[in-house]
């Protein structure tokens, strides 16, 4: 017993020393981001944003944000993200058509079709604004 004990309190000892033992999890790169629309051929009203760098996926009823005369924005407390390459698209609530889609399109094939986005931001700590300009047919994509 005396023995476990001993090992016990040495694991203990080493483990306070160095820190925890995954660096892999302290030291994991993370940038914030802001999702912005501008120009976009979508009626006034509300839509999310889905994407696989959110922390519950592709979910179509969360991250509501409201579009006004082609403009809006989301900037909302889960927009933090380990994934350099982020994929997203926009819906209506609880829905998978893309309103935009086909005056406009992504640069990401879905289902055959080019309503996805995809861009890639630096992993520096910092945030970033998304903008996707959909005054063109294909959208325009930029991180600030």
């Given at each position: ?15 306070v ?35 696989g760098?959110?922390?519950d996926?592709?979910a179509n ?16 407390d889960?927009?933090?993200t ?5 994929y ?13 889609f ?11 079709k ?11 700590g910092?945030?970033h ?6 005054s ?9």
């Open positions: 017993m005396k023995k476990i004990l001993i090992a016990v309190i040495a694991a203990l000892v080493v483990f020393a160095t820190g925890c033992p995954s660096a892999t999890l302290h030291n994991t790169p993370i940038s914030y981001v802001t999702l912005s629309v501008v120009n976009m051929p979508m009626a006034d009203g509300n839509y999310c944003f889905v994407g760098f959110f922390k996926g592709w009823d969360k991250r509501e944000f409201a579009v006004a005369g082609g403009a809006g924005t989301y900037d909302g889960d927009c933090a380990t994934k350099a390459d982020l997203f698209s926009i819906v209506k609530p609880g829905s998978w058509e893309r309103p935009f086909p005056a406009t399109k992504g640069n990401e094939n879905d289902f055959g080019m309503q996805n986005f995809k861009v890639k931001i630096p992993m520096d910092q945030a604004v998304i903008t996707v300009d959909g063109t047919a294909d959208a325009t994509i930029s991180v600030e």
